[in-house]
């Protein structure tokens, strides 16, 4: 899949789900949940345990699910994450380096940004979408007057899902984060 594919898939789909959990067996089952559940779509943090396996295995074993890497903030991290299959990268930051990257193989990326001046950064140096990181619906309608094509990333948790999803609308790009007993902060 191509990253023009890529990019139409997940202006399409409007939610990119993170998973950032404790084990590599809760990612798979996080990421297989959400495929079944017609989500074709996840980004693995590179917090997860293994998850260049993880990675590697989705990418194999459900070919039509667009498996992403998220927290890279290196080039190393993200040629790694490409070689394991990765077919998008975001970062919780804007980092030149791994957007340069990405552009030179042709991978779709998301850096974070959360000032005016570095989403302006970002999509100079050519990212495809830039993460409004961290960003509630507050902080999206204090940004938007300039900014309608960036994305937001908050999280929602079990505790919190009902609040998080009664206070705002999904944006293409909104991470959702689940974990067990950990803070689910996004990236």
């Known amino acids: 899949m191509d990253k023009e594919l890529v990019r139409a898939r997940i202006q399409e789909i409007g939610i990119i789900p993170g998973v950032r959990v404790a ?28 998850a260049l396996d993880v990675i590697s295995g989705l990418a194999q074993s459900l070919p039509e699910m667009i498996v992403g890497a998220g927290t890279v903030l290196d080039v190393e991290t993200a040629q790694r994450c490409v070689n394991a299959g990765a077919r998008f990268l975001t970062s919780t930051g804007f980092v030149p ?34 993460k409004i990181f961290p960003c509630g619906p507050p902080r999206r309608r204090q940004l938007h007057p300039g900014f309608e094509g960036a994305v937001s990333a908050n999280s929602i948790d079990r505790h919190r899902r009902r609040e998080s999803a009664d206070r705002s609308s999904l944006h293409p790009g909104r991470s959702i984060r689940a974990g067990r007993g950990q803070r689910t902060n996004p990236q």
């Open 97 to 130: 380096e791994v957007v340069e990257f990405a552009r030179k193989k042709g991978v779709l990326v998301i850096p974070g940004a959360l000032t005016p001046s570095e989403v302006i950064q970002a999509w100079k140096a050519g990212s495809d979408f830039v």
């Open 23 to 50: 084990s590599a067996e809760h990612a798979r089952y996080a990421a297989e949940t959400l495929h079944r559940a017609g989500i074709p779509i996840v980004e693995i943090t590179m917090t997860v345990p293994e």
